[in-house]
């Protein structure tokens, strides 16, 4: 059974820092594209970064230079390291996995950015 549990989420005033966690299990890790996506109320979920099983990375011009997503095989753990927050950032931030066309979903954590 697949596993994808998100952690260190939270609330941050405008300007400051926080770091996610995604710990997977059930998957073969080093093998798996890893993401994050986000949902705000009201809005599609998108695409925050995302990193391959080779260590490349993408981002979107929205957090390109702010954020930046990393992965330790060993610890079968994927992070975002997210920097200058804004209030826009606040949204559910979710973990992905996708190997071989088969995606799972993290439940979830919310970062709430105050101005």
């Known amino acids: 059974q697949v596993q994808l549990v998100e952690s260190g989420g939270g609330w941050v005033q405008a300007g400051g820092s926080l770091r996610l966690s995604c710990a997977a299990s059930g998957i073969i890790f080093s093998k798996s594209v890893m993401g994050w996506y986000r949902q705000a109320p009201g809005k599609r979920r998108e695409l925050v970064a995302i990193i391959a099983s080779g260590g490349s990375t993408n981002y979107p011009d929205s957090v390109k230079g702010r954020f930046t997503i990393s992965r330790d095989n060993a610890k079968n753990t994927v992070y975002l390291q997210m920097n200058s927050l804004k209030p826009e950032d606040t949204a559910v931030y979710y973990c992905?996995?996708?190997?071989?066309?088969?995606?799972?979903w993290g439940q979830g954590t919310q970062v709430t950015v105050s101005s």
């Open positions: 992905n996995a996708n190997l071989y066309g088969l995606t799972h």
